[in-house]
């Protein structure tokens, strides 16, 4: 059947599971005409907006039989998540009797809803901009501290409000190009324009360059810091990755070639969110299936942000060593010799020499000693590049934002191009209104609806 943005939606929005309370949210225009079909306690229309009321669901295709008791919010427009009427029966948590309750919702005037469906009502109906819905799905999905904070700021509206101002800005410089194209009163005004143009141009350009130096950090917090532990086999990195997580779930033995498949997971390490490869241990492989693991690592090392190189300081370093201090030359690296617990075999001053002091650390896996410097190493990484600040702590973490940034600064720089070649204002003129139309695209004043498909189905059912 054709769903309309109009239609009166429903769904479970707790997740699905049995637990102490679960929620069944309704919104639209029938929310309270399907709640009182199926509601027996107060008279529901004399109840105050924003209330909580105590009574039962029960079913009117089944002889009103009660269906299960409960307590039943009352949100009535525009001041709601949606803007719309909204009702959440809050019934006792079983996945039997909470999927009962939908379904007569369901029978009774409301149809299911589609997945982020209460979140783009909020967008459409205006309590929200494009930018702010997804920091509410960034927000469950938050893996830190950090990453959470950086979600409740776009949320709370400190990225559209900086948007909205270069936008603001934009436009008032376009006014007055018109009015000098249209009106021109003196001889310079040519001049004049051009000059205002270039001065707006490279004063947004600024600003949209400081926000994506907030980007890569930004990236981190939002998708984790993509982190390898790689190294010849039974050098300790499962057992390294054990201590990270301060749990034992990587499989750790004394057979070479224990690890054969890539293992992730994730872990928060001082609020910055790593996730972590465990990797197949790197040597001239035997047989297909720990080549298979080995040609896996080497992916890995390429597409990650930062490498752990494992070598073991009880024995002298090997040729696989230096072949894995080569492969990962290029990449963002902390050196780990392990195994010092033990007689150190390998040439320290060497490696010392080879990768430098400053990334070099030692552990003893096997006694979760060094797990501390090697937290204290991957957080200073993080942080010592310094957090590039912008006004109100505002961070760019979402990849849809950051490639309309771009776009954004290259429309600028085709102004900025135009007015050196001595192009006429009202030609340079379309490319900062591109640059404006680019920045409306990151909070939703101006969208397509295949944009808005591709966003909210990408939430979970009920948010
Ligand atoms: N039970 C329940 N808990 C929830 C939500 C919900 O919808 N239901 N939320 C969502 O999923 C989140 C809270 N977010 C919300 C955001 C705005 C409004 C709202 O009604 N805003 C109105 C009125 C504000 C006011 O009274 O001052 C507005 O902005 O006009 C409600 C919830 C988290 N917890
Ligand atoms: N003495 C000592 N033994 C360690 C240390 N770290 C790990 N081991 C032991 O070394 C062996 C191999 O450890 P793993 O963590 O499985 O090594 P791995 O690098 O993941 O090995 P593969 O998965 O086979 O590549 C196990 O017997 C560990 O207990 C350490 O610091 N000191
Ligand atoms: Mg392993």
């Given at each position: 059947m054709e769903t309309t943005q109009f239609d009166t939606i429903a769904a479970i929005s707790t997740?699905?599971?049995?637990?102490?309370?679960?929620?069944?949210?309704?919104?639209?225009?029938?929310?309270?005409?399907?709640?009182?079909?199926?509601?027996?306690?107060?008279?529901?229309?004399?109840?105050?907006?924003?209330?909580?009321?105590?009574?039962?669901?029960?079913?009117?295709?089944?002889?009103?039989?009660?269906?299960?008791?409960?307590?039943?919010?009352?949100?009535?427009?525009?001041?709601?998540?949606?803007?719309?009427?909204?009702?959440?029966?809050?019934?006792?948590?079983?996945?039997?009797?909470?999927?009962?309750?939908?379904?007569?919702?369901?029978?009774?005037?409301?149809?299911?809803a589609h997945p982020g469906e209460f979140t783009e009502r909020a967008f459409l109906n205006g309590r929200i901009d494009l930018s702010q819905s997804e920091a509410v799905m960034d927000l469950i999905e938050a893996k830190t501290d950090q990453s959470m904070k950086a979600a409740l700021n776009q949320l709370d509206g400190n990225l559209s409000h900086l948007i909205k101002n270069l936008r603001h800005q934009i436009l008032?410089?376009?006014?007055?190009?018109e009015v000098n194209i249209d009106?021109?009163?003196?001889?310079?005004?040519?001049?004049m324009t051009t000059k205002m143009l270039l001065s707006k141009a490279r004063e947004v350009k600024a600003s949209i360059q400081q926000l994506l130096k907030t980007a890569k950090q930004g990236k981190i917090l939002r998708n984790g810091l993509a982190t390898s532990i790689v190294g010849r086999p039974n050098v300790g990195k499962s057992s390294l990755l054990n201590n990270l997580l301060h749990e034992d779930k990587a499989i750790v033995t004394n057979i070479p070639g224990t690890t054969r498949d890539v293992l992730e997971e994730y872990v928060n390490v001082r609020g910055v969110p790593l996730k972590l490869i465990d990797t197949a241990g790197i040597r001239d492989a035997k047989n297909q299936i720990e080549?298979?693991?080995?040609?896996?690592?080497?992916?890995?090392?390429?597409?990650?942000?930062?490498?752990?190189?494992v070598l073991n300081a009880s024995e002298p370093l090997t040729d696989e060593d230096m072949k894995l201090?080569?492969?990962?030359?290029?990449?963002?690296?902390?050196?780990?010799?392990?195994?010092?617990?033990?007689?150190?075999?390998?040439?320290?001053d060497k490696i010392k020499q080879l990768v430098g002091e400053k990334d070099l650390i030692?552990?003893?896996?096997?006694?979760?000693?060094?797990?501390?410097?090697?937290?204290?190493?991957?957080?200073?990484?993080?942080?010592?590049?310094?957090i590039e600040s912008t006004q109100n702590n505002v961070m760019v973490t979402n990849a849809r934002h950051v490639s309309l940034l771009h776009k954004a600064s290259d429309a600028l720089d085709d102004v900025m191009k135009g007015i050196h070649e001595g192009m006429p204002v009202d030609l340079v003129q379309i490319d900062m209104k591109r640059c404006w139309k680019y920045l409306g695209e990151i909070t939703g004043d101006t969208y397509t609806g295949e944009l808005l498909d591709q966003l909210f189905s990408q939430f979970c059912l009920g948010k």
């Open positions: 997740p699905p599971g049995e637990g102490g309370i679960s929620i069944v949210r309704i919104s639209g225009e029938y929310a309270f005409k399907v709640i009182k079909k199926i509601y027996r306690g107060k008279n529901l229309d004399k109840v105050a907006s924003d209330t909580i009321n105590y009574g039962h669901i029960i079913d009117p295709k089944d002889h009103n039989s009660e269906v299960d008791e409960v307590m039943v919010s009352i949100m009535r427009a525009p001041k709601t998540y949606t803007r719309e009427d909204v009702v959440e029966i809050n019934c006792h948590g079983g996945l039997v009797i909470t999927n009962r309750i939908l379904q007569i919702v369901l029978s009774n005037g409301a149809r299911m008032k410089v376009l006014a007055n190009v009106y021109p009163e003196y001889d310079d005004a040519e001049t080549k298979m693991g080995v040609d896996r690592s080497k992916k890995s090392i390429k597409s990650s942000d930062l490498v752990l190189l201090i080569k492969l990962t030359d290029h990449s963002k690296r902390i050196v780990i010799l392990n195994k010092t617990d033990l007689p150190i075999k390998v040439d320290v030692t552990t003893a896996a096997i006694k979760s000693n060094g797990t501390e410097k090697l937290e204290n190493k991957i957080a200073n990484l993080f942080f010592d590049q310094g």
